[in-house]
């Protein structure tokens, strides 16, 4: 080939490069027409930096947005937009990023063409070539307004609720230290007024009239009766505080719940009522406090006189197992047994309606127009009596049929280690609210007629 051969051959190939150059050209351009006009209908603001971050371009929505053209928004103009209270921030980190590298994210205001700002959430990559440099940036911004003030106002509420649940606390606190008081105000006069009407009783016999000596036991058993709902409020209020102090000591719990149900004996049979008492004794004493103890079995025994007309009461105990499971450490549980002592109290009742059951120990709760010997009552007892038996580490549930009847079951544990061990053995403390049986039965005979002068049944 000769040298004018060559040439031609030489040309003709840098006419062919210059050509793929050009259609490369052409397609990058028409690339990023295609680009520039997908993403000027995109509903985020969309922008492109270079590799040191200065923007060169934004798409239409930007300027549409803010109200201003790419002169004055290139290179660091955007900062014109921004809220003056979150710019220096935003500078900050948009700064570390161009200077490390690294990705890009933030939520801000920007000022739309109306002089009102919107939040938006901010986000840019660096674009890197094949040996890893970055070569520019690639941003978007997206609307977050309502996401942000919905967030805004979620914390507001929040706040509200825990300035709101703290003045509630402090609400149950006064409120809880005033029937302490109150409690402790209404329960010394009543303590000094029993005594005389005891007094008086005793020596009425014989003195006083038949009437006299009458209203005396009326007062007597209305002021018993008022002792034991100020008790009742007390220890509840004692309870709320964190004040109530337990004494746990070693019981024979069969003969002492036998002792304490036999006070209804003659209460049932006065109302036509068969009282059973089924505690056989246990192989240990039971630890318990037995002022509380006293209180679980008479607010239980009380509850199931008021609401049986017919029928029997049974009292029951005896010893439970219940599966728990291992405290080993490893992933293989071995089930074992907890001994625990069961005391039922079952009646031949009204019963409870089964939706009525999940809300029995609520405190302050009542069945509206439940049938009853009474429909008096503060709806404390069963309440209090869930109280006293979680000091025990135990616990109480009931099950009822309507019309047929009820169970109330509480179990504690055997032994020492649910108790707080500083509490056992303990001396009994002081200003004890405990007042005996008499004033739950008396409250049971209030609830039965009996004979006045006249013949005709009436209730005391």
């Known amino acids: 080939m000769n040298s004018g051969e060559k040439q031609t051959q030489r040309e003709s190939g840098d006419s062919e490069e210059v050509q793929k150059q050009g259609l490369v050209a052409e397609e990058l351009r028409k690339s990023e027409e295609r680009f520039r006009m997908l993403a000027d209908n995109m509903s985020q603001f969309v922008w492109m930096a270079d590799e040191r971050g200065w923007i060169f371009w934004y798409n239409q929505r930007w300027f549409d947005y803010t109200g201003t053209a790419l002169e004055e928004m290139q290179g660091w103009g955007w900062m014109k937009v921004h809220h003056p209270d979150h710019v220096d921030r935003v500078v900050a980190r948009v700064q570390r990023s161009w200077d490390t590298g690294e990705a890009w994210e933030d939520t801000f205001p920007l000022r739309g063409r109306d002089g009102q700002y919107r939040w938006f959430l901010s986000r840019a990559l660096p674009i890197r070539d094949t040996d890893g440099r970055i070569v520019r940036w690639f941003g978007t911004n997206t609307d977050v307004t309502e996401r942000v003030l919905a967030e805004e106002e979620v914390a507001r509420q929040a706040q509200e609720l825990r300035t709101l649940n703290e003045r509630l606390q402090e609400l149950d606190r006064l409120k809880t230290q005033f029937f ?29 009239p038949l009437g006299a000596a009458k209203d005396l036991e009326v007062s007597r058993r209305n002021a018993l009766r008022l002792l034991k709902l100020v008790n009742t409020m007390l220890d509840f209020s004692r309870i709320e505080a964190g004040r109530i102090q337990a004494s746990y000591h070693p019981t024979d719990l ?10 209804f004996r003659s209460a049932c049979e006065k109302a036509g009522l068969r009282l059973i008492v089924d505690c056989p004794a246990l192989s240990e004493p039971i630890y318990v406090d037995r002022d509380m103890w006293e209180k679980i079995v008479l607010n239980l025994l009380s509850n199931a006189f008021k609401f049986t007309f017919e029928g029997e009461i049974e009292v029951r105990i005896r010893e439970v ?3 728990s499971p291992s405290d080993s450490q490893t992933d293989i549980h071995v089930p074992h047994a907890i001994r625990h002592v069961g005391l039922t109290v079952r009646d031949t009742g009204v ?32 309440a209090l009596v869930q109280e006293l038996v979680k000091l025990h580490g135990g616990a109480v549930h009931v099950d009822s049929i309507f019309s047929e009847g009820s169970t109330f079951t509480v179990t504690i544990p055997f032994g020492t280690a649910h108790l707080d061990q500083q509490r056992i053995g303990t001396a009994p403390r002081p200003a004890s609210t405990a007042i005996g049986s008499a004033a739950f039965v008396e409250e049971a005979l209030r609830r039965l007629p009996f004979e006045d002068s006249s013949g005709s049944g009436v209730l005391s």
């Open 180 to 208: 302490v008081n109150v409690s402790h105000e209404f329960r010394t006069p009543l303590t000094l007024m029993l005594g005389p009407l005891e007094d008086a009783l005793t020596n009425a016999h014989g003195i006083l």
């Open 254 to 263: 069969p003969a002492f719940t036998a002792e304490l149900a036999s006070n």
């Open 321 to 323: 197992e219940e599966s």
């Open 351 to 382: 019963g409870i309606p089964a939706e009525e059951l999940p809300r029995m120990f609520e405190r302050f709760h009542r069945i509206e127009q439940s049938l009853g010997r009474t429909h008096e009552g503060t709806g404390i007892g069963l």
